[in-house]
């Protein structure tokens, strides 16, 4: 029995000594944590008063899609404190509220259902907040400031080292206490109807997008300022800029007090800049048409072979189109302060504007307001039937070279007017005397202008020629024929005010032929001969031209602005000495629409 007991009690020993020994392998990992799988990366993006934090080589892809062992969720720390916990594994976190402008130390793991955290990923950053936003430095605008009105306006733009620019927003009251507020995408803007000598404010903000250390940040914020103007008195001059055709509306005092009662103006087709329109806090229709104004047309001297000619200084005419091709010439540029009009018109303060379609660059501009019946564009019926061409334009050949002299009176005397009966207006007759044997004379218009020969297809004009048996059919015969040619320029004379250029493939002669325009035998000294010359033969061949010289307009561009007639056809005899004076009179000179 002693035995037994014995025996039980050893093996009792025995399996104690085993279970104890099978935990030896456990015992020594008691106390340590198994960490969840953990992000493989960190790095940032900055936002305004935020940041992005991304957590994956691979890029951000749905959590849906984002396994890591049994991660369950996302964590984020910063100032030592457990701000945002996500209920989900997350390849990039969005931080807001980071008010600012500090160090922020974020540390980013996961969590599984345990708790347990992963290896954090640890990033040390500054966000940009409110306080960077108010030290960004805004350029001060160019202000232009009438008593009534103010443009701000950046030239060279608002980009920077430091921000991109997209747009503004602008508010202030006007002088009725009226709250105006607009928007632009542009970097100018317009405020009217303000006080005269007192202070404005106006609160502006603009939408930019920071950049910081050669990166952008994520977001475009709105960057506050005012800005605070003292608005000049009404008595304050101001320098207009088309000042010919300002006086042409009979304007002489050039202040704002002194131009409140315009409520019209009429410009003429070849101004250069806007601009002035801006001083007029009352001005409610405009006419650009250039209609009716006296004096207004541009200067144009001409000097060659000891002879001076001023032309132009008149009146605009029907038949005048303005030159718009700026790209090759630079002769009329593209006008300026256009947005000035374009204030005018978005403000509501213009009621009527009056354009020719195609005439000064302005359709696009003009546009949006035709259907309203804010823009009248005129139509056919606006132009009369026909023209007369002026004296304004007249000078004689001789500043081209001298056999093309000649002498030009105007008017000629009324007692010496043959047939004054059989003319129009005996009253505008020129009397014209070839001197040397190419004797011409020519109407030629400012270097702005050409004439318009699609719409005025035909001259016509009467001519009365005085001369003995020599020119009805014997050695001075060919001064029966008048030789029409119709020039871009005139030759070689002040080539910096001819800019199209000289030779024979700068002249077209309508028909072609020298011969084509001739005065009757029956007619010398007898009656007057009216003559009508096509000028569809001039606009086929312009269009029809291959214009390769380096001064030429492009090919379908008409800059025909110099109708010079010949006498003679320059197939007289040389030298030129009639046995008696041979005289011509030519009467109710005219461009019409119907031959």
């Known amino acids: 029995m002693k035995r037994l007991i014995y025996l039980l ?3 009792l020993s025995f399996c104690y000594d085993s279970c104890s020994d099978q935990y030896e392998n456990v015992d020594k990992y008691a106390g340590e944590v198994v960490y969840p799988a953990g992000f493989d990366t960190i790095f940032a993006r900055i936002g305004y008063e935020r940041v992005e934090l991304d957590l994956m080589k691979i890029g951000r892809i749905p959590s849906s899609q984002l396994k890591l062992g049994k991660a369950s969720k996302t964590i984020v720390e910063y100032d030592g404190v457990k701000q945002l916990e996500i209920d989900s594994v997350c390849s990039w976190v969005n931080i807001t509220n ?3 402008s500090k160090l922020y130390r974020f540390k980013v793991y996961t969590e599984d259902e345990y708790g347990n955290p992963s290896v954090p990923q640890e990033i040390a950053l500054i966000p940009f907040t409110e306080l960077d936003r ?3 430095g805004i350029a001060s605008p160019k202000l232009t400031v009438s008593p009534t009105a103010l443009v701000a306006e950046w030239p060279n733009g608002l980009n ?9 927003s602008y508010s202030y009251t006007d002088k009725d206490g009226d709250p105006k507020s607009s928007t632009t995408t542009g970097t100018r803007f317009y405020c009217g109807n303000l006080e005269a000598g007192q202070k404005v404010t106006i609160d502006i903000g603009y939408k930019v997008l920071p950049i910081v250390d050669e990166v952008k940040i994520l977001d475009t914020i709105i960057v506050p300022k005012a800005m605070e103007i003292e608005m000049p008195t009404a008595s304050t001059p101001f320098s207009p800029t088309e000042l010919v055709a300002l006086r042409a509306n009979g304007i002489t005092t050039f202040t704002s007090e002194a131009v409140a009662s315009v409520t019209k103006l009429t ?12 001083y007029f806090s009352n001005l409610e229709e405009l006419d650009l048409t250039g209609k009716d104004l006296p004096n207004v047309l541009p200067e144009l001297t001409l000097s060659g072979s000891g002879y001076t000619y001023v032309i132009g200084g008149g009146s605009w005419q029907p038949y005048m189109r303005r030159i718009e091709y700026t790209e090759i010439f630079q002769i009329n540029p593209a006008i300026a302060a256009q947005q000035t009009l374009l204030d005018l018109l978005e403000s509501g303060m213009l009621k009527k504007v009056t354009y020719i379609k195609k005439s000064m660059s302005l359709d696009d501009l003009l546009e949006p307001y035709i259907a309203s019946g804010v823009v009248e564009l005129v139509d056919e019926s606006w132009y009369p039937a026909e023209a007369p061409i002026d004296i304004q334009l007249l000078h004689p050949g001789n500043v081209q070279t001298s056999s093309f002299n000649v002498s030009v009176d105007y008017p000629a005397a009324t007692g010496e007017v043959p047939n004054p009966g059989d003319i129009t207006n005996p009253d505008k007759v020129y009397k014209v005397a070839p001197i040397n044997r190419n004797a011409t004379f020519s109407f030629t218009l400012p270097k702005e202008y050409m004439y ?8 016509k004009f009467k001519v009365y020629i005085s001369g003995g048996d020599e020119v009805k059919n014997g050695t001075y015969s060919a001064y029966r024929k008048i030789w029409p040619r119709i020039r871009y320029s005139f030759w070689g004379v ?7 250029g000289s030779g024979d493939n700068w002249e077209w002669k309508p028909g072609g032929d ?7 035998i029956t007619n010398v000294s007898s009656a007057w001969t009216e003559i009508t010359i096509d000028m569809k033969q001039v606009t086929d061949k312009i269009k029809a031209q291959d214009h390769s010289e380096s001064y030429n307009p492009r090919s379908g561009h008409y800059h025909s602005r110099n109708i010079c007639i010949n006498l003679g056809a320059e197939q007289g005899p040389d030298p030129y000495n009639p046995d008696s004076p041979i005289t011509y009179y030519f009467a109710d000179i005219r461009l019409t629409k119907a031959p």
């Open 267 to 278: 410009l003429p087709l070849h101004i250069g800049t806007l601009a002035d329109l801006f």
């Open 452 to 459: 318009d020969f699609e719409r005025y297809r035909y001259m």
């Open 9 to 11: 009690v050893a093996l």
């Open 134 to 136: 108010d030290l960004l």
């Open 514 to 520: 020298r011969d084509q325009y001739q005065v009757p």
């Open 494 to 500: 002040d080539q910096g005010n001819n800019p199209y």
């Open 160 to 168: 920077s080292v430091a921000m991109e620019y997209y747009g503004l």
């Open 98 to 100: 980071l008010t600012e």
